[in-house]
Every structure is written in structure tokens, then in C-alpha cells.
């Protein structure tokens, strides 16, 4: 009987799970990865917005697109925001790794979320995984990849419903402004 309540135990949402910035994989650029500049632009609260971050190179391939649905503003530091009305938003491209910081700090959302997808075709270093002892390919650590939010400095939270697409790419929704990853557990 014990042993059947710590099977149990274990089979909680996998999107309530929170580790340390240690206890993740984080998916990196390759060394050669040309840069993403950071992107900082006007969302309407009344048109779907959207905005891609792009590699600089000749082909301007996509790091992330962040896609923010009409209605999906509710306030900005506990100041509604109107039908009519418009947010500056900024978008940091995290430097030699797949993820962003997103702001403002007081930016909340309906729940008409803003939905973002990496794409990591091209440029993804998936050779972090290649001593893992978790995963037994790349493509395997591929999968496991999700979008991963920073809730107190090193402390991660998987994303709700986030994940890998099976294009080279993992997309989720952003509940609140700030740094999110990409990443698999270790």
C-alpha cells in the first residue's frame, strides 16, 4: 500500500515543476550564432501584434516571434489599459541562449495570453545534452524542451502547456513579464 502512494505521488502536473537554473539544460546558440537585437515596440490593446526577433544574417532567421492578441492587456502598474490604448513593450534576446526578457514589470494580462515560439533550427546547440545522463540523443533533450519562467533569481518554473512543437521550435504563453528560457531538466 505505501508503495502504491509514492507511485502516486509523482504523477502531479509536470507544469508545476520549479528547479534551480542548475538543475536545467538550457538550450544555447551555437559559438557562431549571428546576434538578436533586442526589440522594443508599441502593442495596441485593440489589434493582434506581432513581433518577430530576428538572427542578423542574410537569411533573417527567426529566434522568437511573440504574438500579443487584441484584448490581451489588462494593466500596466495597476493601471488599466483601455481598448484604445497602446504599451511600449521590450523584448531582450538572451545572449548566447534561447530566451528573453520581457518588460514592463507591471505588464498584466488577460487571459487572451501572449503566445511566443523560439525557433531553434538553425542556430540551436543542442550539443548540451550530449553528456546528459537524462537524455540518450539530442533528439530526445529536443523533446523535453519547454519554456521555462524565472519566479526568484535561479528559480525556474515550466511554463503551462509549453513545449517542444516538433519543428525545431518550442512555443507557450507568457502569463507575466519577465525572463523566460527555453530549457530541459538536467
Keep these: 500500500m505505501l508503495l502504491g502512494a509514492v507511485a502516486c ?3 502531479g502536473p509536470v507544469e508545476d515543476t520549479t ?3 542548475q538543475e536545467l539544460l538550457v538550450l544555447s546558440t551555437q559559438a557562431s550564432t549571428p546576434s538578436v537585437s533586442q526589440s522594443s515596440f508599441l502593442v495596441p490593446n485593440n489589434a493582434t501584434t506581432v513581433r518577430r526577433l530576428l538572427h542578423a544574417d542574410a537569411f533573417n532567421t527567426l529566434y522568437v516571434e511573440l504574438r500579443f492578441p487584441s484584448g490581451s492587456l489588462r494593466s500596466v502598474n495597476d493601471q488599466p489599459v483601455a481598448a484604445d490604448d497602446s504599451v511600449a513593450v521590450t523584448a531582450q534576446p538572451r545572449s548566447g541562449a534561447y530566451g528573453l526578457v520581457l518588460s514592463p514589470n507591471g505588464m498584466e494580462f488577460t487571459s487572451a495570453r501572449p503566445a511566443v515560439t523560439f525557433s531553434f ?3 540551436g546547440d543542442l550539443a548540451v545534452a550530449d553528456n546528459s ?3 540518450a540523443s539530442r533528439s530526445e ?3 523535453a524542451l519547454a519554456l521555462w519562467f524565472e519566479i526568484t533569481p535561479g528559480r525556474w518554473r515550466r511554463v503551462s502547456g509549453s513545449g517542444f512543437d516538433g519543428a525545431d521550435a518550442v512555443t507557450g504563453t507568457i502569463a507575466e513579464p519577465g525572463s523566460y528560457v527555453v530549457a530541459a531538466p538536467r
Excluded: V
Aim: glycine share 0%.
Design 19 to 21: 528547479l534551480s537554473t
Design 133 to 135: 545522463a537524462t537524455y
Design 121 to 123: 533550427a538553425l542556430y
Design 141 to 143: 533533450y529536443a523533446n
Design 9 to 11: 505521488s509523482d504523477l
